[in-house]
């Protein structure tokens, strides 16, 4: 089993060794996932420009398919802030297990709710996140028929509230994700 975990936006800073990106991968291998992050065209050594998340979908495709030419076809798509809506636009693609999202910008870009119902498996947020916000989120979740964890006190960023945003990751990761492992 993989996972392939997004980044936040690139012309906000993000990139594969954001620290929340960082904290996802370490709690999914610490489950016996194997993780991939990457960056995003045009970020860092990464060639190519930014593409307002259409040509990063195929970024993440890219992604997915090393992931299988390695000898991975069960994959947990993955993604942080701007990569959770990257993300999301992909999941119609087979064989991707239910996604984890962790602070989808749901108050600054359209998700589609018809294509993640079904193929969403967790939502994480902090309670104080401007960009996620708690009833907009629940609310959310609830129309996917997905879990959904808050955590009170964290903010977009999570700091300080890190080991409790892998709690949640390694929870998933055990509970949901155990049986195809």
Same mark, same amino acid.
């Given at each position: 089993?993989?996972? !392939? !975990?997004?980044?936040?936006?690139? +012309? $906000? %800073?993000?990139?594969?060794?954001?620290?929340?990106? /960082?904290?996802?991968?370490?709690?999914?291998?610490?489950?016996?996932?194997?993780?991939?992050?990457?960056?995003? *065209?045009?970020?860092?050594?990464?060639? %190519?420009?930014?593409?307002?998340?259409?040509?990063?979908? &195929? &970024?993440?495709?890219?992604? $997915?398919?090393?992931?299988?030419?390695?000898?991975?076809?069960?994959?947990?798509?993955?993604?942080?802030?701007? %990569?959770?809506?990257?993300?999301?636009?992909?999941?119609?693609?087979? *064989?991707? +297990?239910? /996604? +984890?999202?962790?602070?989808?910008? =749901?108050? $600054?870009?359209?998700? &589609? !709710?018809?294509?993640? *119902?079904?193929?969403?498996?967790?939502? !994480?947020?902090?309670?104080?996140?401007?960009?996620?916000?708690?009833?907009?989120?629940?609310?959310?979740?609830? *129309? =996917?028929?997905?879990?959904?964890?808050?955590?009170?006190?964290?903010?977009?960023? #999570?700091?300080?509230?890190? &080991?409790? +945003?892998?709690?949640?990751?390694?929870? #998933?990761?055990?509970?949901?994700?155990?049986?195809?492992?």
């Amino acid at each position: 089993m993989g996972a !392939v !975990v997004a980044h936040p936006h690139p +012309l $906000l %800073g993000g990139d594969m060794g954001n620290a929340i990106v /960082a904290e996802m991968t370490k709690a999914l291998f610490g489950c016996g996932i194997s993780t991939l992050r990457f960056n995003f *065209r045009g970020v860092g050594e990464s060639t %190519g420009i930014f593409d307002d998340g259409r040509g990063e979908q &195929d &970024d993440i495709r890219a992604a $997915l398919s090393f992931m299988e030419e390695q000898g991975i076809r069960e994959i947990l798509p993955a993604g942080y802030s701007f %990569g959770a809506w990257v993300t999301a636009a992909i999941l119609k693609r087979a *064989r991707l +297990l239910p /996604a +984890l999202f962790v602070s989808p910008p =749901l108050a $600054l870009f359209p998700f &589609d !709710v018809e294509s993640m *119902r079904g193929r969403t498996g967790l939502i !994480v947020c902090g309670g104080l996140d401007p960009y996620c916000p708690v009833e907009v989120v629940k609310n959310f979740a609830a *129309r =996917l028929t997905c879990g959904v964890e808050i955590i009170p006190g964290a903010d977009h960023f #999570f700091q300080a509230r890190e &080991d409790q +945003l892998a709690a949640c990751i390694t929870d #998933f990761a055990r509970r949901v994700l155990k049986p195809q492992m």
